[in-house]
């Protein structure tokens, strides 16, 4: 990876099999967009009081020259980010999504 990206974990074990998740995840990004210059991801497992299961967050923020690119996938009512790779895989489509339309506007 020619960019620098910091990982975060917040409320979360940091585990191996974790990072490298990440690591595919910004791989990925970087085949869509070359020009990122860094990035921040932060993975959390907030308290919630009034869920019985855990609803993990991921954050993204994503530097390139042209755009900030910033997702924050906190949905306390989706339940299928109880599952920690699901949040991770929808947080990163949804930079994808953003990163795909600065590079596609900018060749316009």
Request: aromatic share 6%; glycine share 4%.
């Amino acid at each position: 990876m020619s960019s620098e990206f910091q990982i975060v974990f917040h409320n979360i074990e940091q585990t191996e099999a974790l990072q490298d998740a990440v690591r595919k995840r910004i791989a990925k990004l970087e085949r869509y967009c070359e020009q990122i210059i860094r990035g921040r991801v932060v993975l959390d497992a907030p308290h919630n009081h009034r869920h019985k299961g855990k609803v993990y967050s991921v954050g993204l923020e994503i530097h390139t020259p042209r755009k900030e690119v910033r997702v924050n996938q906190e949905q306390h009512d989706n339940h299928a980010h109880e599952d920690l790779y699901v949040a991770i895989r929808d947080a990163f489509n949804a930079a994808e999504r953003q990163l795909k339309s600065v590079e596609k506007g900018h060749r316009l």
